[in-house]
């Protein structure tokens, strides 16, 4: 089974400054999809970035990026410029490409917190 | 945002009660999935679907049944609620039947499920 290992369960940081959220997943598959999800106190989960395995350049999305080093599997989130209202948890998940039963497999989160 | 509501929000319960979660879509999308939140656990997949009457279950699927009679509806039965089963249940959406797939899901809002 596809395993994902968020390793740090809480992470803080101050206002305007970046922070950095790992990732780590196992699998022998070599079509698949890499996503982290924020999931702000209103309970709400929210797609910040997507990763497609085939791609060598790293997502970005405005202060969010990613470093996807493939053979280390590893995909962390790096956020730049951090604001208050990016205090939230945050998900990474993976999901194969290829078959039909698609599905995603997600850690176990980290808290982010934003200090003014 | 993709047509996605979840019913209840909120629920409170006994033990041994029957329990039935909705979830209700507008997106016509194939693939639909019930996944529990658990602090420490991360999202845990319950079970899914991949077309109308087409079900499959997750890694959590112990005491927890799922119906699809329409495309639209995704119905999630606790057969005989348990304490065990106190948690946030999110019903999500993929577009991994399209062709132009990002491969994500769009979460409901979630059921705070309380078993007493």
């Known amino acids: 089974a596809q395993t994902v290992t968020q390793s740090q369960p809480e992470m803080s940081v101050q206002e305007a400054e970046t922070v950095t959220l790992s990732c780590t997943y196992d699998t022998s598959e070599s079509d698949y999809y890499l996503f982290w999800y924020k999931q702000p106190p209103s309970r709400q989960m929210i797609l910040v970035i997507r990763?497609?395995?085939?791609?060598?350049q790293n997502a970005t999305e405005n202060r969010f990026s990613v470093n996807f080093q493939k053979a280390a599997k590893s995909f962390s989130l790096k956020i730049s410029d951090s604001q208050l209202g990016d205090a939230a948890m945050y998900f990474c998940?993976?999901?194969?490409?290829?078959?039909?039963?698609?599905?995603?497999?997600f850690g176990k989160g980290t808290l982010l917190t934003v200090n003014p | 945002d993709a047509g996605i509501t979840q019913s209840p929000r909120h629920k409170v319960t006994e033990t041994g009660t029957p329990v039935t979660l909705r979830c209700h879509q507008t997106?016509?999308?194939?693939?639909m999935y019930w996944y529990r939140q658990d602090p420490g656990h991360g999202l845990r997949l319950i079970h899914y679907?991949?077309?109308?009457?087409?079900?499959d279950k997750g890694e959590v699927s112990d005491g927890y049944s799922v119906s699809r009679s329409k495309t639209e509806d995704f119905l999630l039965t606790l057969e005989s609620a348990t304490s065990s089963q106190t948690s946030v249940y999110f019903c999500a959406i993929s577009d991994r039947d399209r062709g132009t797939a990002n491969y994500g899901y769009t979460f409901g809002s979630g059921t705070r499920l309380t078993v007493v």
């Open positions: 997106e016509n999308h194939r693939y």
């Open positions: 998940a993976w999901g194969r490409g290829g078959g039909s039963n698609y599905k995603l497999t």
């Open positions: 990763q497609e395995a085939y791609k060598q």
């Open positions: 679907s991949y077309g109308v009457k087409d079900t």
